[in-house]
């Protein structure tokens, strides 16, 4: 599992059975988390892709959802360059 704040390897295995606890070895912060998880889906309802699920407050922090399961790695962001956005926005 990669971490999603850092980007690297956690030695922790994707899905579900993570720790509450985990942490990245890296750079220290909270695994088990909304930002983590295969679930989370900004826009939705919570956040999540589960209906129903608890209100989480910070999605970077540390919380005890049953429906956690750990994503292999971040989305990748895509590289947008200066000019494609100039062209998005005032085009050719």
């Not at 295969?38 to 209100?55: F, I, L, Q, W």
């Not at 407050?57 to 962001?77: H, I, L, Y």
Request: glycine share 8%; charged share 35%; proline share 8%.
């Amino acid at each position: 599992m990669r971490c999603w704040k850092c980007g690297n390897e956690t030695g922790e295995k994707a899905g579900r059975g993570l720790a509450f606890r985990a942490e990245c070895p890296n750079c220290k912060i909270d695994l088990h988390c909304c930002r983590q998880c295969v679930y989370y889906s900004p826009g939705r309802p919570n956040d999540c892709a589960v209906p129903g699920t608890e209100k989480v407050m910070d999605r970077e922090k540390m919380n005890f959802c049953e429906e956690f399961t750990g994503m292999e790695a971040p989305p990748q962001k895509p590289k947008i360059s200066k000019e494609d956005i100039e062209k998005r926005l005032f085009g050719d």
